[in-house]
C-alpha cells in the first residue's frame, strides 16, 4: 500500500505559476503509477496528468497540454505537478493519486475508477 499526502496549492493569479507536489510512503513508489486529478464544485472529478513507473511516458488532458507539467523522483518518493499559465478555469482541488503497475509494464493509467490510492487533495485558486 502507498499513502499520498500532497501539497504546493494556493492562491495565484491568472498567467501564475504553481508548483504541486505529492509525497507517498513506502519502499516501492517506483511500482506505481502516478497520476494528478482535480475536482471544482459541482463537478465530477476529471484526469489532469500522469506518468509511467519510469517516468519515460506522460499524458495530458487537452486542457493543460503545453502550460502543465507532471514529473517524479523516484529517490524521494515524490510526484509534481508544474503548473504554468494558470487560468482561473484551472481553480479546483487537486488530487495525487497511484496505482500498482505490473511487472514489465510501464504504461501510464487516466481514469479515476483505475487508481486505488488517493491523496486528500489541495486546493488551487485562481483568481482573475
Known amino acids: 500500500q502507498v499513502q499520498l499526502v500532497e501539497s504546493g496549492g494556493g492562491l495565484v493569479q491568472a498567467g501564475g505559476s504553481l508548483r504541486l507536489s505529492c509525497a507517498a510512503s513506502?519502499?516501492?513508489?517506483?511500482?506505481?503509477?502516478l497520476g494528478w486529478f482535480r475536482q471544482a464544485p459541482g463537478l465530477e472529478r476529471e484526469f489532469v496528468a500522469a506518468i509511467s513507473k519510469s517516468g519515460g511516458t506522460t499524458y495530458y488532458a487537452d486542457s493543460v497540454k503545453g502550460r502543465f507539467t507532471i514529473s517524479r523522483d523516484n529517490a524521494k518518493n515524490t510526484v509534481y505537478l508544474q503548473m504554468n499559465s494558470l487560468k482561473p478555469e484551472d481553480t479546483a482541488v487537486y488530487y495525487c493519486?497511484?496505482?500498482?503497475?505490473?511487472?514489465?509494464?510501464?504504461?501510464?493509467?487516466?481514469?479515476?475508477?483505475?487508481?486505488?490510492?488517493w491523496g486528500q487533495g489541495t486546493q488551487v485558486t485562481v483568481s482573475s
Open positions: 513506502g519502499r516501492t513508489f517506483r511500482s506505481y503509477v
Open positions: 493519486a497511484a496505482e500498482y503497475g505490473k511487472f514489465g509494464w510501464d504504461g501510464i493509467l487516466s481514469m479515476t475508477k483505475e487508481y486505488d490510492y
